[in-house]
Antibody, heavy 122, light 107 residues
Framework: DVQLLESGGGLVQPGGSLRLSCAAS????????MTWVRQAPGTGLEWVAG????????YYAASVEGRFTITRDNSKNTMYLQMSSLRGEDTATYFC???????????????WGQGTLVTVSS | DIQMTQSPSSLSAFVGDRVTITCRAS??????LAWYQQKPGKAPKLLIY???TLQAGVPSRFSGGGSGTDFTLTISSLQPEDVATYYC?????????FGQGTKVEIK
């Protein structure tokens, strides 16, 4: 079975940094583009970032571009989201998710992790 | 950026009712449209992709339609387990915008 397990969430002060990890199993990780989606408390879904299978191409929402960096390590079946200059509006549950194919952006998200909560507050 | 607008934002219907949610894209997106179901405290689940293709394992009472800018998600006979928030998403390019969600409840 496909499993996506996020870790690294927690409480961080405004201006601080945090790195989220997503450990994947149950499928050929290197054959799928991957993505992060977040959900602020009580609100809807917001796409955050995406990465191609090789890690060579990355894509960001305007709200996080320049502050967040998405990477992946195919040898470890793991994706990361390095978040810096964090703001209160970044408070959300962050979902690791798998695009349903090799090419980023042109597939629906077919599997989601359970999410990890990031709280930005002093 | 292409914006996705869902309506209604919430609805309440009886068990067995036919329910339709609409999603409108601010520009044409062909059929690059997915629908997700999210139950409280859970991750979203893919229901429909390519506007009208049912994801494996999803009950046949769910159906999708449309292309270009106007899309629909229909539940042919609402069941208690369908209580959830439903989101549309366009996935033809970045940014991958979601609609604001439609909360479905039982009367």
């Amino acid at each position: 079975d496909v499993q996506l397990l996020e870790s690294g969430g927690g409480l961080v002060q405004p201006g601080g940094s945090l790195r989220l990890s997503c450990a994947a199993s149950g499928f050929t990780f290197s054959s799928h583009a991957m993505t992060w989606v977040r959900q602020a408390p009580g609100t809807g879904l917001e796409w955050v970032a995406g990465i191609a299978t090789s890690g060579g191409n990355t894509y960001y929402a305007a709200s996080v571009e320049g502050r967040f960096t998405i990477t992946r390590d195919n040898s470890k079946n793991t994706m990361y989201l390095q978040m810096s200059s964090l703001r209160g509006e970044d408070t959300a549950t962050y979902f690791c998710a798998r695009w349903g194919g090799v090419i980023p952006l042109v597939h629906p998200i077919d599997y989601w992790g359970q999410g990890t909560l990031v709280t930005v507050s002093s | 950026d292409i914006q996705m607008t869902q309506s209604p934002s919430s609805l309440s219907a009886f068990v067995g009712d036919r329910v339709t949610i609409t999603c409108r894209a601010s520009q044409g997106i062909s059929s690059y449209l997915a629908w997700y179901q999210q139950k409280p405290g859970k991750a979203p689940k893919l229901l429909i992709y390519a506007a009208s293709t049912l994801q494996a394992g999803v009950p046949s009472r769910f159906s999708g339609g449309g292309s270009g800018t106007d899309f629909t998600l229909t539940i042919s006979s609402l069941q208690p387990e369908d209580v959830a928030t439903y989101y549309c998403q366009k996935y033809n390019s970045a940014p991958q915008m979601f609609g604001q969600g439609t909360k479905v409840e039982i009367k």
